[in-house]
């Protein structure tokens, strides 16, 4: 991350400020800082039309904060925009400056999200069904290697509430490369449990379950339909809420967000209610 001038009165080795600064460097995903990088630039740059002087952009005054945030008005979703904030908050944090953002900043944030535009927000993706693994089991040839593994990965992902992250590749260019290919043929086919491992990217595999249902008449998926359908399906099945949390590794209760078909979900669940 950009490194903005914060003095500090604590004296450390060398070696301690190493080891500060590796832990920090792991501390986020390569997606997530390729990210931020891109809002700390946005930032940097508007400090610099605004003419901010460098010592004042970090720690940035809430002043600032509100400032940047209410020039993506009109133009981002707000959750872009508290997005924008947090990788903001994220450069502090790093650089162990203070976070000034507060009460005016929380409330500049809501005028964002109410005056954002209409084309800025996106329907709720629909979730991966029961009757959709039915579709892909019945098409899919499991003679064939890549059907066999698409079939494999669907179910997985479904019912253990994954991410297509957390089991399949993400297609990037540098994966592409003649040393990169050979991954799958140098690597052991099987894992230290017996099990065969996957070899199968995540565009493939998503290009592949959407061919058959498009040809079924049944609207596409995205990667994250998956995870989203195996938490409203576990929950059709009247699994409490807390035990749904519990195997999706939801750390808050904003799975709740991702709930589908809740004019079924709740007379089902409020039938489970105790007596009071």
Not at 12 to 32: C, E, G, Y
Not at 88 to 96: E, G, I, S
Not at 144 to 173: F, H, N, P, T
Request: glycine share 6%; aromatic share 8%.
């Amino acid at each position: 991350m950009s490194s903005p001038t914060v003095q500090h009165n604590v004296q450390l080795s060398a070696l301690a400020h190493n080891r500060i600064h590796q832990a920090l460097d792991a501390a986020w995903a390569d997606s997530t800082l390729r990210k931020y990088r891109s809002v700390i630039w946005s930032f940097l740059l508007f400090c610099e039309l605004e003419h901010i002087p460098p010592i004042a952009r970090c720690p940035a005054s809430e002043v600032l904060l509100c400032a940047f945030a209410s020039s993506r008005m009109g133009n981002l979703a707000g959750d872009s925009v508290r997005n924008h904030m947090s990788a903001l908050k994220a450069w502090h944090a790093y650089h162990n400056a203070p976070w000034h953002g507060s009460s005016r900043l929380h409330f500049v944030l809501n005028g964002v999200s109410n005056l954002a535009p209409s084309s800025s927000s996106r329907p709720p993706r629909p979730p991966v069904t029961r009757s959709m693994l039915l579709v892909l089991a019945k098409h899919l040839d499991l003679s064939v290697s890549l059907d066999a593994c698409c079939l494999a990965a669907a179910c997985v992902a479904m019912w253990g509430q994954l991410r297509l992250g957390e089991i399949l590749s993400s297609w990037e260019k540098s994966f592409h490369g003649p040393l990169v290919a050979c991954r799958s043929n140098l690597s052991a086919a099987f894992n230290a449990n017996g099990s065969r491992k996957l070899f199968l990217p995540f565009t493939k595999f998503i290009s592949r379950c959407n061919s058959i249902w498009s040809a079924a008449g049944i609207p596409t998926a995205s990667g994250h339909s998956f995870r989203i359908g195996g938490t409203t399906e576990l929950l059709l099945s009247g699994v409490p809420p807390d035990v749904v949390k519990a195997l999706g590794r939801w750390s808050s209760d904003a799975f709740l967000r991702y709930w589908r078909k809740l004019d079924l979900l709740a007379p089902r669940h409020i039938e489970n209610l105790p007596p009071t």
